[in-house]
């Protein structure tokens, strides 16, 4: 009976599938040469019924119309560009032949440049060093599956480490702008047209036939293209081998057509990129903004390229990723703080652009109105740094109620038309001053943290930075790692900014991890044996020293993770000396290793009201990690240490939040 049905099933259509992005072109309304019916999803309402095949045959017009991202970024680069320099840049104009563009592209800086930022396509740049746009046009093309194979071969030939050769004197004009190797579907044609004597439309058909694999067309062209070859000359067996090589290229052969489309927009954003540098790389920010993979790549080029980015700032930053006139700084945009909202970011850029500047922290609560500003969007502003020109975010952040209260105020006194003003000679009147309570200021632990929870990212400065600086020489940089690849045993330090747990065929736990330090990331590899020895230490957002060894595959770089600890502000000079006795697989003596945070201790004073014993377990429920919690207790017979369920993550800015509940000395990190 199951047969009978999959009998009944077999060669009917499973689902009806629709191409992203062809478009069918009738002269008169599409109802009357094919049936259609409602589009999955996309821009369009309705899809043709009928496939490829069908709706060529009833006369349709198709058309295959790319909604490339990159021409938004050149459209907005072009913008920026006009806005900061004055510039108006025709795209259409720009010289092909530009050496600063061809030096761009042999320095393989090509992040951000349509088709040519893949790690493996750069070391092929790099290596090609291309000197025409005839170059680029042929890296798109043979930069694939099958292809790949001719990379190495057309580069030795192009910098005459390689001998040019043609299959035969007929092929030379076809193949001599690609080195003797066929790359194009062109190529082919044209072939076809100077051996065999085939007409522009025959050649177009063995084009197809190959590209389609028509078996019986191919056949018939075959017999032609040999036949036609004999009466120009070539012998019968030269003839069969060319064809026979063409019907292998078929598989992977590539039409020059789309290629040379695809390398003048790369062209196009590498000569934006080497002339408007601040003003490409902004406009790529903005097409990313909402991928934080993206962005983290794209920042990172900004300060190898030094650029300097900055975070946002209410005077400065528009909505989003803009250049500072005058300067190669980039700003944060305001739409991109997570938890301000798009319509405040909207609201204080329109004030801004309306009644200008905001001249101080009063004059900002008195003139933002929007009814989603509340302590939120507030909190995001403070903590990701946009009004740092006010004030230490750990005052502003100490004195948010202060702030919101007056804010309220100032809107409902505006709202019903009563002023609290001191007036003065000639009816001036002022606002009520904006009072601040004095508060510590924050450390730059704390507002890297607070970046990267509320930016995706550190902006201002890198969390490692600290650690690099005081274990300088005890560890490889991970831009150098390239050059350890023969090393047994490497040893690196960073962020681990990314974290992935899965599972082997066995059930055992293993990590893929993502390390940054100042110089570059790479992903590092953590197999069970060595998660299982530290599970802790691989989380994000941890600072890490690793040894272990460096791997190659697929053109990229990974770090096999064989033994890993974690560096704290309290444990890193003890971390250095074990690190510099020989530990952490080093070359000298084993060492003992330092002794690393195991609890946290809170001190509670006697008879604590209530109310601050919630707030405490409130902060404790928002931190979940790995350290467990004693709490010590005065009693009237002596201090009592009471260990707690919680467990909590620990840091410098965790304590400070204690303190603030609890007073100064009263957590204790314990070993």
């Known amino acids: 009976q199951l047969i009978d049905y999959a009998i009944k099933l077999e060669g009917t259509t499973r689902h009806a599938s629709q191409h992203a992005c062809g478009i069918v072109i009738a002269p008169r309304p599409l109802v009357e040469f094919t049936p259609l019916q409602k589009a999955q999803g996309g821009d369009v309402e309705q899809v043709c019924q009928y496939s490829l095949h069908p709706v060529e045959a009833v006369g349709l017009l198709k058309m295959d119309f790319l909604g490339l991202s990159n021409l938004t970024i050149i459209r907005d680069c072009l913008d920026i560009a006009q806005a900061v320099h004055g510039v108006q840049i025709k795209m259409d104009e720009i010289p092909l032949d530009d050496p600063n563009v061809f030096a761009l592209l042999g320095r393989g800086e090509t992040t951000g440049v349509f088709q040519l930022e893949s790690d493996g396509m750069k070391k092929y740049i790099r290596e090609l060093k291309p000197t025409v746009f005839e170059d680029i046009i042929a890296m798109v093309a043979l930069y694939r599956p099958g292809p790949m194979q001719f990379i190495e071969s057309f580069i030795d030939r192009k910098r005459g480490r390689e001998k040019i050769s043609f299959m035969?004197?007929?092929?030379?004009?076809?193949?001599?702008?690609?080195?003797g190797i066929p790359i194009y579907q062109e190529q082919v044609m044209q072939v076809a047209k100077d051996m065999a004597g085939f007409t522009g439309g025959q050649a177009d058909t063995l084009r197809k036939a190959m590209g389609k694999k028509i078996a019986k067309l191919m056949a018939e062209m075959k017999e032609k293209f040999i036949s036609g070859s004999v009466k120009n000359g070539v012998s019968e067996k030269i003839a069969a081998d060319i064809f026979q090589q063409f019907e292998e290229f078929a598989a992977y052969g590539f039409n020059k057509s789309h290629a040379a489309c695809y390398a003048l927009v790369a062209y196009q954003t590498a000569y934006l990129k080497a002339y408007y540098p601040e003003c490409f790389m902004a406009a790529l920010l903005n097409s990313d903004s909402t991928n934080l993979d993206r962005i983290t790549i794209e920042v990172e080029e900004c300060r190898r390229m030094d650029m300097e980015v900055l975070p946002p700032d209410v005077n400065e930053s528009f909505r989003l990723f803009s250049v500072v006139k005058g300067t190669n700084k980039i700003r944060f945009g305001l739409s991109v703080i997570k938890g301000l909202g798009e319509e405040v970011a909207e609201a204080i850029y329109r004030e801004r652009k309306q009644n200008g500047l905001y001249k101080d922290l009063a004059d900002f609560a008195a003139r933002i109105s929007h009814k989603a500003f509340n302590r939120r969007s507030l909190e995001a502003l403070i903590r990701c740094g946009a009004l740092d020109r006010f004030g230490d975010r750990n005052v502003l952040y100490f004195n948010i109620d202060t702030i919101l209260d007056y804010h309220r105020r100032l809107t409902q006194e505006a709202s019903s038309g009563q002023f609290s003003l001191f007036s003065f000679a000639g009816g001036k009147t002022e606002r009520a001053p904006l009072v601040l309570k004095p508060a510590p200021p924050s450390t730059q632990r704390e507002r890297l943290a607070w970046e990267k929870e509320l930016l995706g990212l550190y902006v201002s400065a890198h969390p490692f930075k600290e650690y690099g600086e005081r274990l300088a020489g005890l560890f490889t940089p991970v831009c150098e790692l390239?050059?350890?690849?023969k090393?047994?045993?490497?040893?690196?330090?960073?962020?681990?900014?990314?974290?992935?747990?899965?599972?082997?065929?066995?059930?055992d736990p293993m990590m893929f991890?993502?390390?940054?330090?100042?110089?570059?990331?790479?992903?590092?590899v953590v197999f069970p044996r060595v998660y299982r020895d530290k599970p802790e230490i691989w989380e994000s957002d941890r600072a890490v020293v690793v040894s272990g060894r460096v791997q190659e595959k697929d053109n990229e770089l990974k770090f096999i993770a064989e033994t890993g600890y974690e560096l704290t502000p309290d444990n890193i000079?003890?971390?250095?000396?074990?690190?510099?006795?020989?530990?952490?697989?080093?070359?000298?003596?084993?060492?003992?290793?330092p002794r690393i945070t195991q609890a946290v201790n809170l001190y509670l004073r006697a008879?604590?009201?209530a109310s601050l014993l919630q707030k405490v377990k409130i902060m404790l429920d928002q931190h979940p990690g790995q350290y467990r919690v004693f709490f010590t207790i005065d009693q009237p017979a002596g201090k009592q240490k009471v260990l707690t369920n919680y467990k909590i993550a620990f840091d410098e800015v965790i304590a400070?939040?204690?303190?603030?509940?609890?007073g100064p000395d009263t957590v204790k990190a314990e070993t």
């Open 168 to 179: 035969h004197p007929l092929t030379e004009n076809a193949l001599k702008n690609t080195y």
């Open 482 to 485: 390239a050059q350890k690849k």
């Open 487 to 507: 090393d047994k045993n490497v040893r690196i330090g960073g962020m681990l900014t990314a974290a992935k747990k899965i599972l082997t065929k066995n059930n």
């Open 513 to 524: 991890c993502k390390l940054e330090d100042a110089s570059g990331d790479i992903e590092v």
């Open 573 to 593: 000079d003890e971390v250095a000396k074990y690190i510099s006795r020989g530990g952490l697989n080093g070359m000298g003596e084993t060492a003992a290793a």
């Open 607 to 609: 008879q604590l009201p």
């Open 656 to 662: 400070k939040e204690i303190e603030a509940l609890l």
